[in-house]
Each structure stands twice: as C-alpha cells, then as structure tokens.
C-alpha cells in the first residue's frame, strides 16, 4: 500500500504547482489528483469536507489534511525535506519574509495580473502591473550577489516565489529588466526533480 501524499491540484494554479514544485525537487512520494474547477468539483461536498474554503491546494498525508500552499510548504519541509526550511533562527525569519511575500505582492501583482489575462479575472490590471513592478524590483535587488533568497542553498522561499514569478509573462509583465530574477529561475529550473507549470497562450507577452 503507497504511503504517497496525496496533492489536491489544478494545472494552472500557481498556489498548487508550488506543491508539486517542492514535492519533486524534494523527492517526497507523493500522487496528483487534479481537481476539476471548470466543472465545480471544488464545491461539490466531498472536496469541501477536505477545505471548506474550497480551494486547491490540499494535501492529505495520512490522517492529515493541510490546505493553503505557505503552510503545506512548511509542513512538507519540517516533515520530510528539513534542509528546505533553515534552522536558524535569523534565516527561517528570512524564508518566512519571503512566504508572506508570495501571499501578499506576489499575488496582488504578477499573480493578480495573470488571472486578468488567462481567466478574465475582474481585477485592476493597472493596479497589478504597478504591485508587479515593485515586488521585481524588490526581489531583484536582493538577488544581487545571491544565488538563492536565503543563505546559499534553496529553500521554500524561493519554492513558494517561484510559479508565478516565472509565469508573470502570462500577465503582460516582462522580466527582461531582471537579470538576478531570471537567474534565480533557471536555478530552480535546473534542480533535479524540477517540475514545470503548463504555460498559456493568453496574455503571453510577443
């Protein structure tokens, strides 16, 4: 009988591509199981009973079951991948700057612009493209002389970035003018057990 987590997901979520993103490069047995939200299944009882919120990510792990992807990162790394998730003091402070960063500018920017564009999203896009530009050039001048977001290894801080940065093309937002951005990307890429999020036609930048 397989002891793999079970990750409850949508291919174009940016919140649950994070999940499998860790669980790959991590190396943690774990299965899919997308959930169709074109059709509703996220409101049906039997997926609310595991989030009521009804949303994708969830993860069951035995008798537990964790949604909201910042916390299922956490949990993964202390339970199955603790190199992700620093021990000292100074750094894990840093990792979990970096994860209200991807539940806050991150999602009201290149996040929020991306749903404009792939899902029709009723959000200011002016508003998006401005939290956008922030946020990269935050993240582009901490990036100067590092490899990684914290100490000189990868962590869930860059995990938890990573999707929708990488897929903020998709959104009209070009990171052409981030060098350091760029490079943190392909180094993610480069990881082995890398896992890619589908990319859209709409909204991609010419």
């Known amino acids: 009988m397989s002891n793999a987590i079970e990750i409850y997901s949508f291919p174009l979520s940016g919140h649950a591509h994070r999940i499998e993103l860790f669980a790959g490069i991590a190396g943690i047995d774990h299965k899919v199981i997308n959930v169709d939200l ?21 993860i069951r792990d035995g008798d537990t079951v964790l949604s909201d992807s910042n916390a299922i990162l956490v949990y993964l790394a202390r339970k199955y991948a603790p190199s992700y998730l620093p021990q ?12 209200s960063l ?14 404009i564009t792939v899902f029709n999203a009723p959000l200011d896009a002016d508003f998006a493209k401005a939290v956008a530009a922030r946020v990269l050039e935050k993240l582009e001048n901490h990036l100067n002389g590092r490899d990684y977001l914290v100490g000189d290894a990868l962590t869930i801080a860059d995990i938890a970035i990573y999707s929708y940065v990488a897929h903020a093309p998709e959104g009209g937002i070009s990171l052409e003018i981030y060098p350091n951005v760029q490079r943190l990307l392909k180094n993610i890429e480069g990881q082995q057990g890398f896992v890619a999020m589908p990319t859209t036609k709409a909204g991609l930048l010419a």
């Open 102 to 115: 991807a539940a806050g500018e991150i999602a009201f920017g290149p996040a929020a612009a991306r749903l």
């Open 88 to 99: 000292d003091a100074v750094q894990e402070a840093e990792v979990q700057k970096f994860l």
């Open 38 to 58: 074109a059709n509703g299944e996220h409101k049906k009882p039997e997926f609310l009973a595991l989030n009521p919120a009804g949303q994708v990510p969830v």
